[in-house]
C-alpha cells in the first residue's frame, strides 16, 4: 500500500510537471483521485482568477505557477507542530540567538507549506472592486497619473519595439505585461528613494519624469544620452531621479541596494532604497548575500521581484522549488509579502505598506510581485519557440494589467474613450517626434571613449587616444562617420 | 569546513613565519627624505600597525567613512582593524556576513550614495566571489553611467600572498586577474611606512581600488612610521635602490627578497637598480622605461605563477619601447604555474638564489 501510494504520487507528479510544461494542465484530465485532490486543492488556492469568468478559468492551465510542489506529505504541516511548544516545551536549549525547545520525536520540516502563500489584490481582472478588501481610496488625480503613465509604457514599447525591427535602434526590451508593477510601485515611492533597477523597470523612471526625449535619447546613444553612448538601448540611469544606471548583470544591484539603504539609514534620511529583479535573478548569489545583508544590517530597503514567470526561456519550474520569491523572505528573517502584479491598486498599496515599513521600522521588505512578461525577453528572443501563444494571449488580453486598471479608473467616472483616444494619439506623436529628434542629434565625440574610465584619463589612456586618432586620420573609412572626433 | 580554515587563518596571524627578513633601513630612508616635515613623530611600527593607523585616519577625518568584513568588528583575524569598533562605533565599524559577494555589493552601494567604504575580505584567496562585483560593476560604474554615479569611494583591503604555510587558500596573489580590468586601480605596498601613506591615498582616492596587503609582513616588517596623516602618491613608482647593471622590477613581499638578492649581486660586482611599482594599475611605465633606458636589463619577479602574471605586461610594455636599448632578453623570476603549494612552497616561491642566478645569466647574456 504504502509503495502503491508513492508510486502513484511520483506519476502524477511527473505528469503534472509535463503538463505544465506544456501549459496545458486541464483538470478533467485527472483520472487519479489523489492527483485529482492536489489539482482542485492547488488551482484554488494559487489560480487568481475568478471563479465567475469560466472563459478565464478553463484557460487557468495557463497559468505559469502551475508547478505543484505543496501536496500533502506526512511531513507537511508538522511545521507549525514544529514550531508549537509541547509537553515538552520547558525543556530547551540555550543557543546563541535565543532558546530553542527539545523534542524527542524525529520530524524533518517539510520542504512546503501545505498551500501556497495567497496574493493580494483588490481588483479582479474585470477591473471590480472586491468586496470586503482593504482598499484605501486613491485620489483621481493620481489614478489618471498612474493609469496615464502605464499607457504611455505601453505606446513607447509599441513604438520603440518598431524602431528597433525597422533597424534604427540595435536592441529593445519591453515591459509588457509588467505596467502595473513598474508604474504603480513607482508611484508608492518618493522622490527621495533610491532605485537600483534590473532592467525591465523603465516605468520607474517615466513615472518620475524621464521624458520620452531622453528615452530615446539613450536608445539612440547620441550625444544627449547620459551614459555617453556606451551601453547598449534601455541602460538608462538618471542621478537627479535617483534612478541608478542600469547594468545587464543580473541581481548584481541588490547588495548594492542594501549599501545604498544602510548610507540613508546612517544620514538618517527619511528615505529607503528599493531595487527590482526577475524570478530568474533569485537563483543569483546575489540575491541570497543581498537579502542577508539586509536583514543582518537592519537596511532600509525594498526587494521588488517581479515573477513573471519565465527568465528568457527558463520556466520557473526550473528555476526554483520553493512556493515562488516570497517564501525565501522568512528564511533571512525578512517580512514579505506577495502581491498580485497585474492590479495597480494592489501594487500601489502594498509598496505603500513596504515603504512605510521599511522607513519606520528601518528594515527590509521582500515583494513578490505575480506578473507575467507578456512580451519577448528582448528584441533577440522569439519566446513562441518555448512557451506557448494561448498562455501569452491569456496574459495578454484576460489578465492584462492596463485594461483592469482601465476599467477601474472608468467606473469612478475619471476616464473615457474620448480621453483614451486623445492620449494615445498624442503620447505616439510625442514619441515619433522624439524617435526623429533623437536619430538625428549626433553621436557623443570620440574623447567620451576614454574618458570616465577614471576620474582623469591615466597616461596609458591618453597615449592611446592620440594613437587612434592617428588611424582614424589615415584610414577614416574604417570608423563610423557619424562619430565626431 | 570553511569557518575551520578561517579560524586557522586566525592562527596565521599570530605566527607569521620568521623565515623571511627585511631590510627596510635604505628604502624607509629615502621616502623619509622626501617627507622630512614628517620625520619629527615617526615611531616604529610593523605593517599591521600601520594599516590600523590608516584606517583610524581615515575614520576620524571622514565622519562618512566606514570599515567592515568578516570578523573587523573584534579587530580581524590578522588585528588590522584592532580598536576601531571602540573608538568609531559599531555603526562605522562592523562585520559582515561570511559572503564577499555581499561585501563587496554592499560597499558599492555604500560608496555611490557618497561615502568611503573601506571593505576587508578577508584573504585574497576568497576575493573570487566578489570578482563579478568588482570587475562588472565597481570597475564600470562611472563609465556606464557617463559619470552621474561613481563609486571611487570604495577601497578593497586584502592580505595576499605567501606565509610560509598557506597552502592553496591562504597564499595566492591575485593581482593580475584586477590588473586587467580598466576602471579599478591596485595598489601593493612594501612596508609599514608605504602601507599607511598608500592605504590613506587609496581610500581618498576617486577611484575604487583593490589594495593588497603583503600579510608575510604584517609583524615581520617593522620601520620607522610617521604619526601624521599622510599620502604617498599613486601610479607614481619608486626607485628604492640605484643601480647601472640591471633594473629590477617588483612589489609588496616580494621586494624585500629582491632586494637581498642585489646585495648578494653587488658583492658579485653587479650593480641593480630595484624599483617598487606599488601601483599596478594605472602602472608608471616611465620610471621603469627610464630605468631599463639607463641599464639596459630588466628583471620582473612576483609570487603570482609566471604564465599571465603582471611581469608578463611589463615586459611586453618594455620591449616595446626600449627593444634597442635591451642588451638581455628580460627575465622574470616568479611563481610556478602550480596551484599555491603547502610542503613544496619553497620551491614554489621566487627566492633570492633564482633571482640571484637570473640577474647574473641576464647580465653575462
Given at each position: 500500500m504504502a509503495i502503491w501510494f508513492t508510486r502513484s504520487r511520483s506519476i502524477a507528479y511527473y505528469l503534472k510537471r509535463k503538463m505544465s510544461f506544456m501549459g496545458?494542465?486541464?483538470?478533467?484530465?485527472?483520472?487519479n483521485p489523489y492527483f485529482e485532490s492536489i489539482c482542485s486543492s492547488s488551482s484554488s488556492s494559487s489560480?487568481?482568477?475568478?471563479?465567475?469568468n469560466s472563459s478565464i478559468s478553463c484557460h487557468?492551465?495557463?497559468?505559469?505557477?502551475?508547478?505543484?510542489?505543496?501536496?500533502?506529505?506526512?511531513?507537511?504541516?508538522q511545521l507549525d507542530q514544529l514550531y508549537s511548544s509541547d509537553d515538552e516545551s520547558s525543556q530547551s536549549l540555550d543557543f546563541p540567538g535565543g532558546k530553542v525547545a527539545y523534542i524527542s520525536e524525529m520530524r524533518f520540516i517539510s520542504e512546503?507549506?501545505?498551500?501556497?502563500i495567497p496574493c493580494y489584490r483588490l481588483l479582479n481582472d474585470n477591473g471590480e472592486l472586491i468586496n470586503g478588501s482593504d482598499f484605501h481610496q486613491v485620489t483621481e488625480e493620481l489614478a489618471v497619473k498612474m493609469y496615464s503613465k502605464m499607457v504611455t509604457l505601453q505606446q513607447m514599447d509599441t513604438i520603440f519595439y518598431e524602431a528597433q525591427r525597422q533597424g534604427r535602434i540595435s536592441f529593445y526590451l519591453t515591459s509588457v505585461g509588467e505596467e502595473a508593477a513598474n508604474i504603480a510601485s513607482a508611484a508608492a515611492l518618493g522622490a527621495d528613494d533610491v532605485v537600483l533597477p534590473q532592467?525591465?523597470?523603465p516605468g520607474v523612471l517615466l513615472w518620475r519624469g524621464f521624458t520620452l526625449e531622453e528615452f530615446a535619447n539613450q536608445c539612440f546613444g547620441n550625444k544627449a544620452d547620459y551614459g555617453k553612448g556606451r551601453q547598449?538601448?534601455?541602460?538608462y540611469g538618471s542621478k537627479k531621479l535617483n534612478y541608478f544606471t542600469v547594468s545587464s548583470?543580473?541581481?548584481?544591484q541588490l547588495p548594492q541596494a542594501v549599501g545604498a539603504a544602510y548610507s540613508l539609514k546612517m544620514d538618517k534620511k527619511d528615505a529607503c532604497a528599493v531595487t527590482y529583479i526577475g524570478d530568474g535573478g533569485t537563483s543569483e548569489g546575489d540575491f541570497h548575500a543581498a537579502l542577508n545583508f539586509a536583514a543582518v544590517m537592519e537596511a532600509p530597503v525594498i526587494f521588488i521581484c517581479r515573477?513573471?514567470?519565465?527568465a528568457i526561456s527558463t520556466h520557473i519550474s526550473e528555476q526554483?522549488?520553493?512556493?515562488?520569491?516570497?517564501?525565501?523572505g522568512q528564511a533571512y528573517g525578512i517580512q514579505s509579502i506577495r502581491v498580485d502584479g497585474n492590479d495597480a491598486l494592489a501594487v500601489y498599496r502594498t509598496i505603500r505598506a513596504a515603504r512605510e515599513i521599511a522607513i519606520s521600522e528601518q528594515k527590509p521588505i521582500l515583494v513578490e510581485a505575480l506578473t507575467y512578461?507578456?512580451?519577448?525577453?528582448?528584441?533577440?528572443?522569439?519566446?513562441t519557440k518555448y512557451r506557448p501563444v494561448d498562455e501569452i494571449e491569456y496574459w495578454k488580453m484576460a489578465r492584462n494589467p492596463v485594461n483592469r486598471f482601465r476599467k477601474w479608473v472608468e467606473r469612478n467616472g475619471w476616464w473615457s474613450d474620448k480621453e483614451e483616444s486623445e492620449l494615445r494619439s498624442s503620447i505616439r506623436k510625442q514619441l515619433l517626434q522624439a524617435i526623429q529628434a533623437a536619430e538625428k542629434t549626433q553621436k557623443p565625440e570620440l574623447g567620451n571613449l576614454f574618458?570616465?574610465?577614471?576620474d582623469h584619463p591615466p597616461l596609458n589612456l591618453q597615449e592611446q587616444e592620440k594613437q587612434l586618432r592617428e588611424t582614424i586620420n589615415r584610414h577614416s573609412q574604417d570608423f563610423p562617420s557619424d562619430v565626431p572626433m | 569546513m570553511a569557518s575551520c580554515l578561517r579560524r586557522y587563518g586566525r592562527r596565521l596571524s599570530v605566527s607569521i613565519c620568521e623565515k623571511r627578513e627585511l631590510s627596510t633601513a635604505c628604502e624607509g630612508q629615502i621616502i623619509l627624505q622626501q617627507h622630512?616635515?614628517?620625520?619629527?613623530?615617526a615611531k616604529s611600527m610593523n605593517l599591521c600597525s600601520a594599516i590600523n593607523q590608516a584606517l583610524h585616519l581615515a575614520l576620524e577625518t571622514d565622519p562618512r567613512s566606514y570599515v567592515f568584513g568578516?570578523?573587523?568588528?573584534?579587530?580581524?583575524v590578522f588585528r588590522c582593524t584592532t580598536g576601531l569598533t571602540e573608538r568609531f562605533g559599531k555603526n562605522r565599524v562592523f562585520n559582515t556576513p561570511l559572503c564577499e559577494q555581499g561585501i563587496v555589493g554592499f560597499g558599492i552601494g555604500l560608496a555611490a550614495m557618497g561615502n568611503r567604504a573601506i571593505a576587508e575580505?578577508?584573504?585574497?584567496?576568497?576575493?573570487y566571489p566578489a570578482f563579478d562585483q568588482i570587475v562588472n560593476e565597481a570597475a564600470k560604474f562611472r563609465y556606464r553611467s557617463g559619470n552621474q554615479?561613481?563609486?571611487?569611494?570604495l577601497t578593497i583591503r586584502a592580505p595576499y600572498g605567501a606565509?610560509?604555510?598557506?597552502?592553496?587558500?591562504?597564499?595566492?596573489?591575485?593581482?593580475a586577474f584586477f590588473c586587467h580590468v580598466p576602471g579599478i586601480k591596485v595598489v601593493i605596498p612594501r612596508s609599514p611606512l608605504q602601507a599607511k601613506g598608500l592605504l590613506l591615498s587609496c581610500i581618498r582616492d576617486p577611484n575604487p581600488v583593490v589594495f593588497f596587503e603583503p600579510k608575510w609582513l604584517y609583524r615581520l616588517a617593522v620601520e620607522e612610521v610617521p604619526e601624521h596623516d599622510y599620502m604617498l602618491p599613486l601610479s607614481e613608482a619608486e626607485v628604492i635602490r640605484e643601480g647601472s647593471d640591471i633594473t629590477l622590477v617588483g612589489w609588496g613581499a616580494q621586494l624585500s627578497v629582491m632586494e637581498q638578492a642585489c646585495t648578494d649581486a653587488e658583492k658579485d660586482g653587479i650593480s641593480c637598480e630595484l624599483i617598487?611599482?606599488?601601483?599596478?594599475?594605472?602602472?608608471?611605465?616611465e620610471t621603469v622605461e627610464a630605468s631599463v633606458r639607463k641599464t639596459g636589463r630588466l628583471l620582473i619577479s612576483h609570487?603570482?605563477?609566471?604564465?599571465?602574471?603582471?611581469g608578463a605586461e611589463i615586459s611586453a610594455s618594455i620591449v616595446e619601447r626600449c627593444f634597442l636599448r635591451l642588451e638581455a632578453p628580460i627575465a622574470r623570476v616568479c611563481g610556478l604555474?602550480?596551484?599555491?603549494?603547502?610542503?613544496?612552497e619553497p620551491f614554489y616561491m621566487p627566492t633570492k638564489n633564482k633571482i640571484l642566478d637570473a640577474i647574473k645569466s641576464t647580465v653575462n647574456y
Amino acid at each position: 500500500m504504502a509503495i502503491w501510494f508513492t508510486r502513484s504520487r511520483s506519476i502524477a507528479y511527473y505528469l503534472k510537471r509535463k503538463m505544465s510544461f506544456m501549459g496545458i494542465l486541464n483538470q478533467h484530465s485527472c483520472t487519479n483521485p489523489y492527483f485529482e485532490s492536489i489539482c482542485s486543492s492547488s488551482s484554488s488556492s494559487s489560480r487568481i482568477t475568478d471563479a465567475e469568468n469560466s472563459s478565464i478559468s478553463c484557460h487557468s492551465s495557463a497559468f505559469p505557477f502551475s508547478v505543484h510542489r505543496f501536496e500533502s506529505t506526512k511531513a507537511a504541516g508538522q511545521l507549525d507542530q514544529l514550531y508549537s511548544s509541547d509537553d515538552e516545551s520547558s525543556q530547551s536549549l540555550d543557543f546563541p540567538g535565543g532558546k530553542v525547545a527539545y523534542i524527542s520525536e524525529m520530524r524533518f520540516i517539510s520542504e512546503s507549506n501545505q498551500k501556497r502563500i495567497p496574493c493580494y489584490r483588490l481588483l479582479n481582472d474585470n477591473g471590480e472592486l472586491i468586496n470586503g478588501s482593504d482598499f484605501h481610496q486613491v485620489t483621481e488625480e493620481l489614478a489618471v497619473k498612474m493609469y496615464s503613465k502605464m499607457v504611455t509604457l505601453q505606446q513607447m514599447d509599441t513604438i520603440f519595439y518598431e524602431a528597433q525591427r525597422q533597424g534604427r535602434i540595435s536592441f529593445y526590451l519591453t515591459s509588457v505585461g509588467e505596467e502595473a508593477a513598474n508604474i504603480a510601485s513607482a508611484a508608492a515611492l518618493g522622490a527621495d528613494d533610491v532605485v537600483l533597477p534590473q532592467y525591465r523597470e523603465p516605468g520607474v523612471l517615466l513615472w518620475r519624469g524621464f521624458t520620452l526625449e531622453e528615452f530615446a535619447n539613450q536608445c539612440f546613444g547620441n550625444k544627449a544620452d547620459y551614459g555617453k553612448g556606451r551601453q547598449m538601448p534601455i541602460h538608462y540611469g538618471s542621478k537627479k531621479l535617483n534612478y541608478f544606471t542600469v547594468s545587464s548583470p543580473i541581481a548584481t544591484q541588490l547588495p548594492q541596494a542594501v549599501g545604498a539603504a544602510y548610507s540613508l539609514k546612517m544620514d538618517k534620511k527619511d528615505a529607503c532604497a528599493v531595487t527590482y529583479i526577475g524570478d530568474g535573478g533569485t537563483s543569483e548569489g546575489d540575491f541570497h548575500a543581498a537579502l542577508n545583508f539586509a536583514a543582518v544590517m537592519e537596511a532600509p530597503v525594498i526587494f521588488i521581484c517581479r515573477n513573471n514567470g519565465w527568465a528568457i526561456s527558463t520556466h520557473i519550474s526550473e528555476q526554483f522549488r520553493s512556493d515562488g520569491v516570497v517564501v525565501k523572505g522568512q528564511a533571512y528573517g525578512i517580512q514579505s509579502i506577495r502581491v498580485d502584479g497585474n492590479d495597480a491598486l494592489a501594487v500601489y498599496r502594498t509598496i505603500r505598506a513596504a515603504r512605510e515599513i521599511a522607513i519606520s521600522e528601518q528594515k527590509p521588505i521582500l515583494v513578490e510581485a505575480l506578473t507575467y512578461r507578456v512580451g519577448h525577453h528582448s528584441t533577440s528572443d522569439d519566446s513562441t519557440k518555448y512557451r506557448p501563444v494561448d498562455e501569452i494571449e491569456y496574459w495578454k488580453m484576460a489578465r492584462n494589467p492596463v485594461n483592469r486598471f482601465r476599467k477601474w479608473v472608468e467606473r469612478n467616472g475619471w476616464w473615457s474613450d474620448k480621453e483614451e483616444s486623445e492620449l494615445r494619439s498624442s503620447i505616439r506623436k510625442q514619441l515619433l517626434q522624439a524617435i526623429q529628434a533623437a536619430e538625428k542629434t549626433q553621436k557623443p565625440e570620440l574623447g567620451n571613449l576614454f574618458s570616465d574610465v577614471y576620474d582623469h584619463p591615466p597616461l596609458n589612456l591618453q597615449e592611446q587616444e592620440k594613437q587612434l586618432r592617428e588611424t582614424i586620420n589615415r584610414h577614416s573609412q574604417d570608423f563610423p562617420s557619424d562619430v565626431p572626433m | 569546513m570553511a569557518s575551520c580554515l578561517r579560524r586557522y587563518g586566525r592562527r596565521l596571524s599570530v605566527s607569521i613565519c620568521e623565515k623571511r627578513e627585511l631590510s627596510t633601513a635604505c628604502e624607509g630612508q629615502i621616502i623619509l627624505q622626501q617627507h622630512q616635515q614628517l620625520q619629527q613623530t615617526a615611531k616604529s611600527m610593523n605593517l599591521c600597525s600601520a594599516i590600523n593607523q590608516a584606517l583610524h585616519l581615515a575614520l576620524e577625518t571622514d565622519p562618512r567613512s566606514y570599515v567592515f568584513g568578516e570578523d573587523v568588528s573584534f579587530g580581524g583575524v590578522f588585528r588590522c582593524t584592532t580598536g576601531l569598533t571602540e573608538r568609531f562605533g559599531k555603526n562605522r565599524v562592523f562585520n559582515t556576513p561570511l559572503c564577499e559577494q555581499g561585501i563587496v555589493g554592499f560597499g558599492i552601494g555604500l560608496a555611490a550614495m557618497g561615502n568611503r567604504a573601506i571593505a576587508e575580505i578577508q584573504f585574497a584567496d576568497y576575493i573570487y566571489p566578489a570578482f563579478d562585483q568588482i570587475v562588472n560593476e565597481a570597475a564600470k560604474f562611472r563609465y556606464r553611467s557617463g559619470n552621474q554615479y561613481d563609486c571611487g569611494g570604495l577601497t578593497i583591503r586584502a592580505p595576499y600572498g605567501a606565509v610560509g604555510h598557506g597552502g592553496h587558500y591562504h597564499s595566492q596573489s591575485p593581482e593580475a586577474f584586477f590588473c586587467h580590468v580598466p576602471g579599478i586601480k591596485v595598489v601593493i605596498p612594501r612596508s609599514p611606512l608605504q602601507a599607511k601613506g598608500l592605504l590613506l591615498s587609496c581610500i581618498r582616492d576617486p577611484n575604487p581600488v583593490v589594495f593588497f596587503e603583503p600579510k608575510w609582513l604584517y609583524r615581520l616588517a617593522v620601520e620607522e612610521v610617521p604619526e601624521h596623516d599622510y599620502m604617498l602618491p599613486l601610479s607614481e613608482a619608486e626607485v628604492i635602490r640605484e643601480g647601472s647593471d640591471i633594473t629590477l622590477v617588483g612589489w609588496g613581499a616580494q621586494l624585500s627578497v629582491m632586494e637581498q638578492a642585489c646585495t648578494d649581486a653587488e658583492k658579485d660586482g653587479i650593480s641593480c637598480e630595484l624599483i617598487d611599482l606599488k601601483t599596478l594599475i594605472p602602472w608608471d611605465r616611465e620610471t621603469v622605461e627610464a630605468s631599463v633606458r639607463k641599464t639596459g636589463r630588466l628583471l620582473i619577479s612576483h609570487e603570482a605563477p609566471v604564465t599571465g602574471g603582471f611581469g608578463a605586461e611589463i615586459s611586453a610594455s618594455i620591449v616595446e619601447r626600449c627593444f634597442l636599448r635591451l642588451e638581455a632578453p628580460i627575465a622574470r623570476v616568479c611563481g610556478l604555474d602550480t596551484p599555491f603549494p603547502l610542503v613544496f612552497e619553497p620551491f614554489y616561491m621566487p627566492t633570492k638564489n633564482k633571482i640571484l642566478d637570473a640577474i647574473k645569466s641576464t647580465v653575462n647574456y
